[in-house]
């Protein structure tokens, strides 16, 4: 037999008697987990092992909980092998019949099986210095936990046999003479320790990960953390080691571009993101900011592949994730007093830390429930761009956002948005740090969001760390400011063209005639120069003195929605069990019409004005760019989702009992039946059992895609007019949108009570007071 492998069978003999093969009920006499086996020192066992060996005597197959665990200990198969050489020269002296204890020097990396050695020598001696002294080594180095928990390669049944195979090859010359056995025991503890590691390592120095795929065993780190961090000790050598660590890490990513040479790198992160203290005091002051920093210094495709793999986790793991940086945002910003002098964007903390938590939002988008597919398209027609174009640049202004709406990087390296996600893992509220938004400089934020420079940081970049007010105040710096510009750009275009132009979008209407009036002249606005309804709005009624200090406008808005989505003129529909409004598939109106609604809904948000309009949140989606699906009929059109829902629950035969086809009938505006077929010649396809997933699709598709499209693409471009240059899609989620647009449902007397100020005599223990908060509460 070649000598690795007769040593490779004496030192599987020498395991088997010292440390068994994990069976309890193991009937192998030569095995240490056998019931009746009788313990022995380790020169006995090197004896006995060349002893089974030349018999030939059986070998137990390592038991499931011990496997992996003979090649994770090359100390003691240096050990069993310098024992086993010992016996053979017959040089056995009293130095190698006394135990030694175990040194952990040369130890570079950690296994599962390693630390639970470790612990149990510990254990034994109550000392644990040594496993101390081990994390501290390993877990201050990025190096030795690149390298440490990593998953064994798991070999197929062909690799086993061909395995088997060379281990069988054997010389009958050899087998006969005991010079064989003597031969293989020459070889230096030392090859055999080299060799083991060696060959792990090279495996996954070598092995490709997909996107989501890493070296690192996570479910070991879990079991390792969970038996170690009830000592506090033994935390304390956590915690000091990351405060090593993460310096060179992030010395390590800046300068050093260590993620390009060796991928494997990632897993520094994804072990010290396992610790499940970190958000506990002791890691907030030092060693959790430092951490954070080096985090935040991944490149992109680093970064895009942490989320994908925390979006694998479950939905305790990512809340567990995102507690963690909320802790140290939370406490470092009541720690300190930030204010107009001393900004919150200042600090390397929080920014490093909300730049990390960005990681766990889109980890939380991933893992919940994508809809990637059902796109609205684009307009056919782009949106045309003001005249005042060539004035601009002859002034040195570049068109603002002429790429486009602002896309966050990783968003578009995971190749998602945030409102594909029809239900995210946790809810997004999880996301919003309240003590953040009390602190922020929302003025200043905003600038440096426009800016874009590397030197300041902008929350508006993070916005889901933000409350729908602090984006709302944003919203509001962006849209005067645009407006200011507006005028300015007026003003010198006047100086150059020698006449007079407007500053602002003045509208001048007769009270009875509003829309008429309105609609006329916003058309021609529209049609004219679409830059002017970026302006500030200045509303007059004809015959009516008054200056528009918002006021003015704001009952414009309410007049101008009133007689719109009054259901008399059939533009839109009106559902009085859930108080929405939908598009009229059947309306008489032209699609300029409802372009002047989408105009008006874009102006109402342009000026921050509120409207007592409602629609169904998939209006708000089909504005960002999904279609609208099955699900949205729940709130759109509840008795149709309901009945369509029983059709797919119902468990008898559909074609048999239902009696229906692949057409469908709608009523007009005169009630008269309208048919339309969901498939070609759908009044001859039955719906069964086996196709009424696709009767349902296609009828959720017709009713709020396909049916109201010319409405609604019309509605849109109108809305885009307004807010196409607008931050608006980057900010806001769908429902924050209607906030926007229509305000909450849900006021909040309470706070309305605390709030008030009296005058006039009145005070809160007034009657009349009194009276108006109670009929406030009743409601």
Known sequence: MKRAAAKHLIERYYHQLTEGCGNEACTNEACGSSPGFQRMDNNAAAIKALELYKNNAKLCDPHPSKKGASSAFPENSAKGAHNFSA???GKMNLKDLQPTREDFRDLNYLTEEKVYEILSLCSETEDYSPLIRVIGRVFSSAESLVQSFCKEKQHTKEELKSLQAKDEDKDEDEKETASGSSTAMEVEPEASASSGDGSSNGENNIQKFGPVEVSVDIDAVRRVYDRLLSNEKIEAAFLNALVYLSPNVECDLTYHNVYAAD?????????????????????????????CKAMSKLPLPALAKLARLWSQYGADQIRRLVETFQQLITYTVISNEFSSDNLVNEDDGVVAATKSLKIVYYANVLGGDLDMDHNEEEDDEPIPESSELTLQELLGEERRNKKGPRVDPLETELGIRAWDCRKPLIPYEDFINEPLNEVLEMDKDYTFFKVETESKFSFMTCPFILNAVTKNLGLYYDNRIRMYSERRITALYSLVQGQQLNPYLRLKVRRDHVIDDALVRLEMIAMENPADLKKQLYVEFEGEQGVDEGGVSKEFFQLVVEEIFNPDIGMFTYDESTKLFWFNPSSFENEGQFTLIGIVLGLAIYNNCILDVHFPMVVYRKLMGKKGMFRDLADSHPVLFQSLKDLLEYEGNVEEDMMITFQISQTDLFGNPLMYDLKEGGDKIPVTNENRKDFVALYAEYMLNKSVEKQFK??????????????????FRPEEIELLICGSRNLDFLALEESTEYDGGYNKDSHIIKCFRTKCCAR
């Not at 790198?265 to 060693?287: D, K």
């Not at 109108?718 to 900010?731: A, C, D, I, Q, R």
């Open 714 to 731: 019309a509605f849109r471009r109108g809305f885009h007019m307004v807010t196409n240059e607008s931050p608006l899609k980057y900010l």
């Open 87 to 89: 016996c053979s020269n």
């Open 263 to 291: 991928p494997n790198y990632l897993n520094v992160f994804i072990i010290i993101m396992e610790n499940s203290n970190l958000h506990s005091p002791e890691y907030l002051e030092i060693a959790l900011p430092q951490f």
